[in-house]
């Protein structure tokens, strides 16, 4: 009766000391599984960054040649402007200064 019970005492002895090297074995699986999963998810991170500072770039990009598009469009309106000539300002916005056609009491002008 004692020897088996040593016997059995010593199997589950055994079978608990193997219970916790499998533990353990999956706790370190685990543990490499997520250092990589970590090591993964940081690389996305990164690269989501690079690619966010990308698009800011071509953002910033993009406007400083909408400016410069529109100062040099700016630039030409000033230019043609210049050069177009100018209406000959006439007596309150009538042709030639004088009202004609217009017989209204207000506008009419004596000769």
Do not use: D
Not at 68 to 89: D, G
């Amino acid at each position: 009766e004692r020897r088996e019970r040593e016997q059995k005492l010593s199997k589950e002895m055994a079978e608990k000391a193997t219970r916790e090297l499998e533990k353990m074995q999956l706790q370190e699986k685990a543990e490499v599984k997520y250092k990589e999963w970590l090591k993964k998810k940081r690389a996305e991170e990164a690269e989501k960054k690079k690619k966010e500072k990308e698009k800011e770039k071509e953002r910033e990009a993009e406007l400083q040649e909408k400016k410069t598009r529109s100062e040099k469009v700016f630039k030409e309106w000033l230019h043609n402007t210049r050069n177009k000539p100018r209406p000959v300002l006439n007596g309150y916005g009538f042709p030639c200064g004088k009202s004609t056609g217009l017989y209204f009491c207000c506008t009419y002008v004596m000769p």
